[in-house]
């Protein structure tokens, strides 16, 4: 399976690196566990350092080699001795240890693109849990935004940063093509970078997304042998309704399993 580009994981960072609403969730829920924490699809480690640093025994699984070299370094600059990074799918990972908090942060569970594919996510996840053991999943809800399938949405403007490590100034734009029926989004990101000369280059990335309804994700959980306890709208555990910005469901391994 081939990599990312070598500049996506600090562009992810330009994108997401600041952002740090999600980590008092994640810390409260990794405290009230007291036990290992493992997060899936760890990225670059912005949630997983911080978690670390606080003193919790730490592990993140990625698919990607370049986001998990980029996430080492990081996790040393910032003395995070205890995160444990491995190299690994989220459909099949093994890890050969069981964990009191489970987590997928900021859509990261979106990426698994059919039933079939969550399914087995779901299930490593149980056999990773201990038992009384929570995962908690971090999902946009699929009425969030409008569906509109056909043709490719209109190149929309997110934002324009300095790279840090270059100097080059970044523009990042997107457009989405939806496939209602399978409740997939194909986004395309274009990342055009402009150097000191006005030179420019253009990454792309493309990015396939699965949205899940609340009760197909109740189902998938149940097929897994875990018990939805509660399905939150925001990160201070608002009640999930039509208006929220996100689907945070969370969900226990029985004591008895």
């Known amino acids: 399976m081939s990599d990312i580009h070598p500049l996506l994981p ?9 952002f740090a609403d999600d980590v008092p969730l994640y810390e409260n829920f990794a405290s009230a566990a007291d036990a290992a924490v493992l997060e899936l699809g760890v990225g670059t480690g912005r949630v997983a350092i911080a978690l670390a640093k606080s003193g919790l025994d730490v592990w993140g699984i990625d698919n990607s080699g370049a986001m998990l070299e980029r996430a080492t370094s990081k996790a ?9 990074l491995e190299q690994g799918d989220m459909r099949t990972f093994k890890l050969g240890q069981t964990f009191g908090l489970v987590f997928a942060g900021l859509g990261a569970f979106h990426h698994l693109l059919s039933s079939d594919e969550q399914t087995a996510c779901l299930r490593c996840v149980s056999d990773h849990l201990s038992p009384g053991g929570l995962f908690v999943c971090d999902l946009r809800p699929i009425f969030h935004d ?3 399938t056909g ?9 324009t940063r300095i790279l840090p490590s270059t100097g080059e100034t970044v523009t990042k ?23 000191a000369d006005g030179a420019v280059r253009r990454i ?9 309804t609340r009760y197909e994700m109740e189902g998938l959980l149940r097929d897994a042998t875990l018990e939805l306890e509660h399905v939150y709208g925001d990160y201070d555990l608002a009640p999930f309704d039509e208006a929220s910005e996100y689907m945070i469901t969370v969900a226990r391994k029985p004591e008895d399993s």
């Open 204 to 212: 792309v990335e493309e990015v396939d997304l699965r949205f899940t």
């Open 146 to 148: 409008s569906w509109e």
């Open 10 to 18: 600090e562009l992810f960072d330009l994108d997401f690196g600041d």
């Open 173 to 195: 734009t997107r457009t989405v093509r939806s496939d209602a029926a399978g409740q997939i989004r194909h986004q395309t990101n274009f990342y055009d970078l402009v150097d």
């Open 151 to 159: 043709n490719s949405t209109p190149l929309v403007h997110d934002w």
């Open 76 to 84: 040393e600059q910032a003395g995070a001795g205890n995160l444990h």
